[in-house]
């Protein structure tokens, strides 16, 4: 399934989020405009397999792909309909991006949820979200799972435990997108 993804810096932004080395990933909504044919153009989403529907040309793939790639290749496939097709590709909408950088709360908790991150949430309130722990829940081994940017996975520990009974906000990590947080339910 596509992904989207951000890498390096680039010239344009839409909501924040860089477009030029930006990959389209499901549920984006993406503008095809192809110069002088007003009826080829169109605006629409990513379906699940990483297609769009183009006039003309039928489906054609831009899931995980930037924009000037797929861009390059409707104009490729128009280039037998339509003399020197110009053709642009713009993001209108980066919907895919607002799963990708969701903080997620799972196991001995009240109520697992996935949340939209928000700069400066912290473990704390992330646990709160979720309405709490439950009272199975073994809190001082809990753990934070963040992706780095070579794609592995850290486990970092968080005593939930001290910062709900003690206040003690040592391990009250500051989250970032695409955390998950799990709190793990005690032996009885």
């Known amino acids: 399934m596509a992904q989207a993804r951000q890498e390096g810096s680039a010239n344009s932004t839409v909501g924040g989020i860089t477009t030029d080395e930006y990959h389209i ?17 169109v605006t ?12 003309l040309i ?28 110009k053709v642009a590709v ?5 919907r895919s991006h607002e799963f990708l950088s969701r903080v997620r709360v799972t196991g001995a908790v009240n109520r697992p949820v ?3 991150y928000r700069q400066g949430m912290t473990v704390l309130d992330a646990v709160l979200e979720a309405g709490g722990v439950n009272d199975f829940a073994a809190a001082g081994r809990t753990r934070l799972y963040r ?5 592995a996975t850290r486990s970092l520990p968080v005593n939930l435990q001290r910062i709900l009974r003690r206040g003690d906000l040592e391990t009250n990590i500051e989250v970032q997108p695409g955390d998950v947080i799990t709190v793990p339910e005690r032996a009885l």
């Open 58 to 85: 039928g489906d054609v793939s831009a899931g995980g792909r930037s924009a000037q790639d797929v861009a390059r290749d409707i104009e490729q496939q128009l280039a037998e309909y339509v003399r020197e097709p």
């Open 147 to 151: 992706k780095d940017n070579g794609g």
């Open 25 to 41: 990933g499901v549920d984006d909504m993406v503008q095809v405009e192809v110069w002088r044919n007003p009826e080829l153009s």
């Open 114 to 116: 996935s949340l939209p």
């Open 44 to 55: 629409v989403p990513v379906r699940p397999d990483g297609m769009i529907s183009v006039p």
């Open 90 to 94: 713009i993001l209108t909408e980066l």
